[in-house]
Every structure is written in C-alpha cells, then in structure tokens.
C-alpha cells in the first residue's frame, strides 16, 4: 500500500493524537500540529511524526505559510488533511456573548475553512488529495448550552457541502469526507469553556449542565481507537470502508448514529405533514387552470 502524507490538526490529544500514532504505526508520513507544539505535541516526537506549531485560529496569511512549509517536508506534498482542532464554549444563548459565539466560530469554522483555502490550490494542481472533516452529531441537533458548538459545527457542514459540489466541478480527483461522531473517549468533556455566568436565572441550569457534563468524563460511550481506525478506513477505502461508495457525511458511534437518524425521521414526518401547507404557497400564473 502506497505511503501517504497525512496533515493533523488538533494533535495534543483526542482523535488527533490517536490518529498520528495509528498514522505512524502502519508507516504512513503524518505531519502533527497543534498550538505551541514543542511542548504540547512533545509526547508525539517518539512516534517519527514532523511537529509543527500552528494556531487554526491565526490570520490566513500565517495559516498560508504554515501549508506552504508543511508542504516540502515529505516528497509529493500532503495526500490527506484532517481539520480535527475542535473547541466547546458551554452557555445558554442568552448568556453567551458574540464574543463567546466568535471564539467559538474561529476554532470551529473559519479554522478548517482558511486551512482548507491554503492548501486547496495545491491539491487541484496534484490533481487528488482528501480533506477529512472532524464533524460531529452537534451539527444536526441541539443540545442545551451547546449553542455556540451546534452552530459552529451547523455551519461547518453546510459550507463543506457546498465545496464538495464546487470542487466536483473540475476536481473530481479530491475527495471530501466528515465524518460525526457521538460522545467518545477522549478529553473533550474535560476540556469545556464554560462563560462567565451572566443571569441569575439560569443558576440552576448552569449547574445541571456542568453537572451532566462531568457525568460524561470516562463514561462515553465511544472507542476513539476505533473511530480513528474507521477514519483512517473511510480515507483509503480499506477495511469497513473496503468496496463501497464513500458518502460525505459518515456518522460514527451509535449514539451520534441514532441521534442523526432520528432527526432525519422526524425531519420526514415534517415534510410529510405539512406538505399541503407548503405546497399551498407556490405561484399560479393568472388564468391557470
């Protein structure tokens, strides 16, 4: 199997970090990156992977020239990338300042979308490459105090879409995937931001969300190991993902799975319910019959 160049986001713990090791076990070039890497990414160096320090939230142009100097590190440029970096800021709408909704966007949206702009004009003159998206089951449902997530992630979704169907224009050759997993073993749930509480109201929601957010820590029902082999599989088209036609949207853990399908459900029965009011609306020109 060819070696491939794989660029990480996110890497000092979680999926990205289980992603290199997996990466750098089966022989594959992986190029880890995180912020202030020489001390967050340190544990990762024993693995063979390149460290590089790069903030997903830093001007474009910095962005820019982090791509171009992770570019030349391995022969034949970076094969796949994995927008993986990913923030929570925890807070009811009305608490949450755009300023909180900003932090959030920048991690979780601009982020992956200027690393993606960077590297995109290389991949289409290769003529092939992946961007792999680090979705989540966020992005189809709501979860209170999870506003500033949701939308992030809403968002994200919907703008990779519509660059899979521009990119299927004249680069059929680059494959865009994300992938949206469930609650998993990894630190995320340790690692919320929670704002600044603002309204005495919400005292007692607040402390039913923290409390239902520290009952999550260790108890999640997802393997990350195995998410990032699937990962890995949905990439190459090897394993699970051996023979079959790779969706964009692929749901991972089988509490995200039955969360997005029961949204989609009920989205139907929408659909089906109202469809006489929403046909109700369409124009009829003067004299039709």
Same mark, same amino acid.
């Given at each position: ?5 794989w660029?990480i ?6 999926f990205g ?10 022989? !594959? ?11 967050k ?8 992977a390149? @460290?590089l ?6 001007p474009a142009?910095? @962005? ?16 796949i ?13 009305? *608490?949450? &300042?755009?300023?909180d #909704?900003?932090?959030?966007? $920048? ?11 960077? +590297? ?8 092939k /490459? ?9 992005a189809?449902?709501?979860?209170p105090?999870? /506003?500033?997530?949701?939308a ?13 169907k521009?990119?299927? +224009?004249?680069?059929? /050759?680059? %494959?865009?995937? @994300?992938v949206e997993?469930?609650y998993f073993? &990894? $630190? ?12 005495p109201?919400y ?19 997802? !393997?990350? !190991? $195995?998410?990032? #082999?699937? #990962? ?7 394993g699970m993902?051996?023979?079959?036609q +790779?969706?964009?949207r692929?749901?991972?853990? &089988?509490?995200?799975?039955e969360?997005?399908?029961? %949204?989609c459900?009920?989205t139907?029965k ?5 469809? *006489?009011?929403? $046909?109700s609306t !369409?124009? &009829?020109?003067?004299?039709a019959v």
């Amino acid at each position: 199997m060819a070696v491939l160049t794989w660029f990480i986001t996110g890497c000092s713990s979680g999926f990205g970090e289980i992603l290199v090791r997996q990466l750098r076990a089966a022989g !594959d070039n992986v190029i880890a990156t995180g912020r202030n890497a020489d001390t967050k990414l340190a544990h990762l160096k024993e693995t063979g992977a390149s @460290i590089l320090s790069l903030d997903v939230t830093a001007p474009a142009t910095e @962005i820019q020239s982090k791509i171009d100097e992770a570019w030349d590190i391995y022969p034949g440029g970076i094969d796949i990338l994995v927008n993986n970096a990913g923030f929570i800021v925890s807070g009811a709408i009305e *608490e949450l &300042t755009q300023e909180d #909704m900003d932090s959030s966007f $920048k991690v979780n949206f601009h982020g992956p979308l200027n690393i993606t702009r960077a +590297i995109l004009p290389r991949l289409r003159e290769k003529g092939k /490459g992946t961007l792999l998206y680090v979705g989540s089951q966020a992005a189809w449902h709501a979860d209170p105090s999870a /506003g500033s997530y949701c939308a992030a992630k809403f968002a994200l979704s919907g703008a990779v879409e519509c660059l899979a169907k521009e990119l299927a +224009i004249f680069s059929p /050759g680059i %494959k865009i995937l @994300i992938v949206e997993p469930g609650y998993f073993r &990894t $630190k995320v749930f340790s690692n919320i931001n929670h704002v600044e509480p603002r309204i005495p109201d919400y005292a007692q929601f607040n402390a039913g969300v923290r409390q239902f957010e520290a009952s999550l820590v260790g108890n999640e029902p997802g !393997d990350a !190991d $195995k998410a990032a #082999m699937r #990962m890995i599989e949905l990439v190459r088209g090897t394993g699970m993902a051996s023979g079959k036609q +790779i969706p964009l949207r692929v749901p991972l853990g &089988t509490d995200g799975w039955e969360r997005i399908k029961a %949204k989609c459900e009920e989205t139907i029965k929408i659909c089906e319910d109202w469809e *006489e009011v929403a $046909k109700s609306t !369409d124009y &009829t020109a003067v004299g039709a019959v």
